[in-house]
């Protein structure tokens, strides 16, 4: 047999290292701290019919992420400098705006950390949010920066997804109810949907996956079915993610647990598999937390280096600074559950923006290499905007 590699093969190696990093980076970022928090503010308000909520989620997020990975992709760009290329300056208030909403996400995410080890080991918030962010700060500082994020991402989230199907199963949820609710709601918020899908694929993190691809070198119509695959893989597995999330919280509340304020996911764990399971959810939450820290970072940043030489310069020291101001915050303000509701609601107002300026650039094929983006994705994409950009409205009015 021969040694050489086939196109066929060459594919699914480089999906294996950083298309399917890729996928788990943009997963990873969005089954955060956040979500599983305001998995839980929201079950307990909406019980069963949070599903459909979820299913709003994913089918938002499928149309944002097609639509931006491959427009990205094939232009070779990075979202800010597409924009730019849009209209001069126009990049730069995207950058604005996606790094805002990052900070703001980050500073949440810094909380998850802090939130999981008060579980795990006891140790105060503030105490957890300094030596989580100390640990970030690290990691980006390994040699082989683009292979860590890759292989790190993968070893979390795959972690984090076994471990909360059996406190799933262990919940035993009323698998019929959740399933006619996620289909027929028997009520409706249009804040809970800003807020779970600003916490999903908002923000940053519509263009975390893309912008990893990119700084791997997967671009141009050729890598098109790369991307493609890559795409896909992350949108499964953040869908299946968040519903095993969703059963097991609608589970423990069906069996009659009251769920603190404080840490109410803990909760939830606690009642599913007694202390092991609490002790477990602080271990979850904690990986989930600091595999957020690490994407929102790299892609906040990511925004920022093209726009400036010195910072493209000195990316690990942008980012580390990034992530300091971050942890400072937290430990100044605290208030962990707040701040990660808050933090998603803000990330769903900069999606509709930030995705009008993709759809914007799919209709220059001069800017896309020659490759024409299928109107029916960009109509989705537009109906996409107009919907967020409705409830955002909604949301905001009430």
């Given amino acids: 047999m021969s040694g050489t590699l086939g196109p066929t093969a060459r594919r699914w190696r480089s ?13 990873n970022s969005s089954i955060g701290p956040g979500f599983l928090t305001q998995t839980t503010v929201f079950t307990q308000q909406l019980t069963t019919s949070f599903g ?23 232009s070779n760009l990075r979202a800010q400098d597409l924009a730019n290329c849009l209209l001069p300056g126009l990049g730069y208030a995207l950058a604005a705006l996606v790094v805002l909403g990052g ?30 962010g100390g640990l970030a700060l690290g990691l980006f500082w390994v040699k082989e920066m683009g292979r860590m994020l890759d292989g790190f991402t993968k070893a979390l989230g795959t972690i984090k997804i076994l471990l909360t199907l059996g406190i799933a199963f262990l919940a035993r949820p009323p698998l019929g109810q959740a399933l006619h609710h996620t289909l027929l709601p028997a009520q409706f918020s249009a804040p809970a949907i800003v807020t779970i899908v600003g916490g999903t694929v908002g923000g940053y993190l519509m263009f975390s ?37 969703f059963l097991a919280v609608v ?26 399971g609490y002790r477990l959810f602080g271990l979850i939450l904690w990986g989930a937390a600091l595999s957020s820290v690490v994407g929102a970072a790299y892609t906040s940043v990511s925004f920022l280096k093209t726009l400036h030489p010195a910072l493209g310069r000195h990316e690990r020291l942008t980012i580390s600074l990034f992530i300091v101001l971050s942890t400072s915050v937290f430990v100044l303000v605290g208030k962990p559950t707040q701040l990660l509701v808050l933090a998603g609601a803000l990330n769903g107002l900069i999606l509709p923006l930030a995705l009008g300026v993709v759809l914007v650039a799919a209709r220059r094929p001069a800017l896309l290499g020659g490759y024409r983006h299928p109107l029916w994705l960009q109509a989705a994409g537009w109906a996409v905007v107009a919907l967020m950009g409705g409830l955002s409205v909604a949301a905001l009015m009430g």
Avoid: K
Wanted: proline content about 3%; glycine content about 14%; overall charge positive.
């Fill in 15 to 27: 999906l294996g290292g950083a298309g399917l990093g890729a996928a788990f980076l943009m997963a």
């Fill in 52 to 74: 459909f909520v979820i299913l709003v989620s994913v089918l938002l997020d499928v149309v944002a992420q097609l639509n931006t990975w491959r427009v990205l992709t094939m």
């Fill in 103 to 132: 900070f703001a996400f980050n500073i949440g995410n810094i909380a998850g950390c802090g939130l999981g080890l008060n579980v795990l080991l006891g140790l105060p918030y503030w105490q957890g949010a300094v030596l989580t």
């Fill in 209 to 245: 996956g893309a912008h990893r691809l990119l700084d791997a070198g997967v671009h141009g119509p050729a890598r098109l079915p790369e991307v493609n695959r890559s795409a896909v893989s992350g949108i499964l597995i953040s869908a299946f993610m968040r519903f095993v999330l």
């Fill in 251 to 276: 589970g423990v509340l069906a069996g009659g647990a009251r769920l603190g304020t404080d840490n109410p996911m803990a909760d939830v764990f606690r009642s599913a598999a007694g202390a092991v």
